[in-house]
């Protein structure tokens, strides 16, 4: 039960695997729909069942080693699970491996942005999502998935792209005009285009550590997660994005949230395992053996 159903333990190792993929069971704070707390491991039993060829790259990617560590299980409050997720997140990241993290609901992000910015120097965060995420608290937690953004530009003031918002508060639209360390790209003027794309990559910094909120993408594709807001990115644009990121940026670290697990609906659990792998082959491009397939 590792992702990519890696049969070869010389790719799937702790000690030979350059990637690891971390499963988080959470979903403490959820306000809407449930079923992230079980979305991880649905996305890992999904992509044992996707081809570990990327034909786009022309690359065997899990030849780099993927290994799957063990499910972080949901602690007693959300101020445990963030500080419990920080320390090992900041283990994690001590073991010079790039760390992809598989939710849960998005506050989890929050504690893996932290400990990759205590690594890496000059980090800027690209969000993809629905929301903003930029409530100080919400629910009576600052720790909430409403907040995860809050934590990330307020808190540790972290400059960061914000791509597909089309769900926003008054109290977070009144943020906005304090000059946060923020640029949001707003669905309703980039979904269906990708001419935003370059500007938007250009505004981040050299290190940057991507955070894909799965309900950034349109519902039509992706229906089964917490609040599923109509009107947002569709898939090749989405691709284009990280391609184009991880071709000028250096990606340190990712985690791809929010998808709600429901029983006998197994397409968007095979999607999120595909943009996952499909993001580690733009990120690792010349790292990865190749077939040899001419690739136009």
Avoid at 6 to 35: H, M, N, R
Avoid at 71 to 80: D, G, H, L, N, V
Avoid at 108 to 127: C, F, G, M, T
Avoid at 151 to 159: F, G, H, Q, T
Wanted: aromatic share 8%; glycine share 8%.
């Amino acid at each position: 039960m590792n992702f990519g159903g890696i049969e070869d333990e010389k790719y799937s190792s702790l000690d030979t695997a350059e990637i690891l993929v971390w499963p988080v069971a959470y979903e403490g704070t959820v306000s809407y729909g449930t079923g992230t707390e079980a979305g991880a491991m649905a996305i890992v039993d999904a992509s044992r069942n996707m081809e570990l060829y990327e034909e786009e790259t022309d690359a065997e990617v899990y030849k780099l080693g993927i290994h799957t560590l063990a499910e972080f299980k949901p602690r007693p409050t959300p101020a445990e699970m963030m500080g419990d997720l920080y320390e090992e997140a900041k283990r994690l990241v001590g073991l010079d491996k790039f760390v992809c993290m598989l939710g849960g609901e998005h506050s989890v992000s929050a504690p893996v942005i932290r400990a990759h910015a205590e690594k890496y120097e000059n980090l800027s965060v690209l969000q993809i999502d629905a929301h903003a995420d930029l409530r100080d608290s919400y629910d009576g937690t600052e720790h909430s998935h409403a907040s995860i953004m809050a934590r990330v530009v307020k808190d540790l003031k972290i400059p960061s792209v914000q791509v597909g918002i089309r769900s926003i508060s008054s109290e977070e639209a009144r943020s906005l005009k304090e000059g946060l360390p923020t640029r949001i790209f707003w669905a309703r003027d980039i979904v269906g285009r990708t001419d935003w794309i370059d500007d938007a990559v250009n505004s981040l910094t050299e290190n940057v550590y991507l955070t894909i909120d799965i309900d950034g993408l349109d519902p039509s594709i992706v229906p089964t997660t917490g609040t599923p807001e109509p009107g947002g990115l569709g898939w090749y644009e989405t691709l284009e994005l990280i391609r184009k990121l991880a071709g000028s940026k250096r990606v340190v670290g990712m985690d791809l949230v929010e998808y709600s697990y429901v029983p006998g609906q197994d397409a968007v659990a095979f999607l999120c395992s595909k943009l996952v792998y499909k993001s580690l082959a733009y990120i690792f491009r010349e790292q990865a053996p190749k077939v040899g397939l001419a690739v136009v």
